[in-house]
């Protein structure tokens, strides 16, 4: 058997949870996986009942598992309380307390949406990118000083580090994901001003060497933000620094069209978790408006990478496709001359695909 921890959180992620587990049981019975799911409670949700964003018990609980599949968490509500006991604190407990150094972000431009995305069609058709951001390490995690004075002026401080072992697991995990895709890898980071970065580019050269069937490539920073733009399928895997994966991921994201159609994958030392990038939309909670996609697409990353079952992603993702292509649509996503749906009965549709 393999264990799952599911963590619905806050707003919509009581519904796109069930949607996801519904989705899963379905490909399991197909596939026979041997799934099994376990409940905890993270961020506001957890915080009503027990105090915290994230308890001892339920970081045990994922530290345990196959895999995480998480929801959302926030909302208004908790914006009062302090910042150790804000729903989003449960994040970061969760990327600490399993290590969780890398962030795997697709973006997929699906034929059927490619007039919602902000690009021009002959430049975004095609597009199917992965972004692998680092993501527990540089200059979000360096030291820092929010105000000193020196020579009178007020001054603030960020430093970017990066050791030559986190530089050499997050480019591994690039190099073996572009093998399962299409064998290309960019690398990003600003060498030609930063000495992190060029650091940085030196491991990825020395890396590189151990796969010599992947093509790689470099870009800086600012010409890798343009490039997604202007030209976003050539890329097939980026790997990147944190703050520049945080940027770029957000930039890819918006190309897809919809971020309820986005996924994302946080891959641990212990066990990884997957989530859709969007938020808890407390707003439309409970009114069976929400996009389940992003966290179905989550949970075929979770059979991915955590379980090793290509087919049954593929499965999911083949049913995703179909289910567009059939010209169903959540709210988000809807325009005139479809057929709109909610979000039970979206996931049906997408169970039937299967």
């Known amino acids: 058997m ?7 959180g806050d707003g919509i992620g009581q ?3 069930a949607s996801a587990v519904k989705v899963l049981q379905k ?3 197909k596939f026979k996986l041997g799934l099994e799911y376990d409940y905890r409670d993270a961020g506001g949700t957890s915080y009503e009942k027990f105090g915290t964003p994230l308890t001892d018990e339920a970081l045990d609980a994922c530290k345990k598992a ?4 998480f929801g959302a968490v926030g909302g208004k509500k908790w914006d009062s309380l302090p910042v150790h006991l804000r729903p989003e604190k449960a994040i970061f407990g969760l990327r600490k307390g399993l290590g969780l150094f890398a962030n795997l972000r697709p973006t997929k431009v699906y034929p059927e949406l490619i007039n919602s995305s902000p690009l021009k069609p002959e430049l975004v058709g095609g597009s199917d990118l992965l972004i692998v951001r680092e993501l527990v390490g540089g200059i979000y995690f360096g030291p820092r000083c929010e105000s000193e004075q020196v020579n009178g002026v007020e001054q603030a401080w960020d430093t970017e580090i990066y050791s030559v072992p986190e530089i050499e697991r997050i480019t591994k995990l690039a190099f073996e994901t572009a093998k399962l895709r299409r064998g290309k890898v960019t690398s990003v980071d600003k060498a030609n001003v930063l000495a992190a970065s060029r650091l940085w580019r030196k491991v990825v050269v020395d890396v590189a060497k151990h796969f010599p069937d992947v093509e790689l490539n470099h870009l800086y920073v600012d010409n890798a933000a343009m490039q997604l733009v202007l030209n976003p399928k050539q890329f097939d895997v980026i790997v990147t620094n944190n703050i520049f994966g945080d940027i770029l991921s957000d930039e890819a994201a918006v190309i897809g069209g919809s971020i309820g159609l986005m996924p994302s994958a946080s891959i641990g030392e212990l066990t990884s ?9 407390p707003d439309i909670a409970g009114k069976d408006l929400a996009n389940p996609m992003g966290t179905i697409l989550s949970a075929a990353m979770l059979l991915r990478y955590s379980l090793r079952q290509e087919a049954a992603a593929k499965a999911i993702e083949a049913a995703i496709d179909k289910t567009l292509a059939d010209g169903w649509r959540t709210a988000d996503i809807y325009t005139d001359g479809f057929k709109k749906v909610g979000t039970a009965q979206v996931t049906e549709i997408i169970c039937d695909n299967l």
């Open 27 to 29: 490909v399991d019975e």
């Open 2 to 8: 393999k264990k799952i921890i599911v963590i619905p």
């Open 66 to 69: 196959d895999g995480v599949l």
């Open 273 to 281: 978790l997957y989530e859709p990038i969007h938020g808890s939309a």
């Open 15 to 17: 519904e796109i949870t």
